[in-house]
């Protein structure tokens, strides 16, 4: 069982950043073999991909691409998601993923709120 738990969502204006941060009940050298991910999920749509980060590299969703930064601390066993120039569009619930090879595992999500 991996247990992951997001923290960082908040309330944020339009234009405004966040900071999310992710940490996983793993060992170093069990964490580093998990590929890190981000999605997001908004009121009637699919939950979407928006970053990914492994040791191949990293991948963002074309609509936060140059806006948000993922990266991952080993040591930590964190990964985090930088957002900037936040849009009413980035509005939703963003929950940490760690994969690898037929495991997938959940956190229980934290919420962004993107208004004015």
């Known amino acids: 069982q991996v247990q992951l738990v997001e923290s960082g969502g908040d309330l944020v204006q339009p234009g405004g950043s966040l900071s999310l941060s992710c940490a996983a009940s793993l060992s170093f050298f069990t964490f580093i073999t998990y590929t890190m991910n981000w999605y997001r999920q908004t009121p009637g749509k699919q939950r979407e991909l928006v970053a990914t980060?492994?040791?191949?590299?990293?991948y963002y969703a074309d609509s936060v691409k140059d806006r948000f930064t993922i990266s991952r601390d080993n040591a930590k066993r964190t990964v985090n998601l930088q957002m900037s120039a936040l849009t009413l569009e980035d509005t939703g619930v963003y929950y940490c993923?760690?994969?690898?090879?037929?495991?997938?595992?959940w956190g229980q999500g934290t919420q962004v709120t993107v208004s004015s």
């Open positions: 980060i492994d040791n191949s590299g990293i």
């Open positions: 993923n760690a994969h690898r090879r037929t495991e997938d595992w």
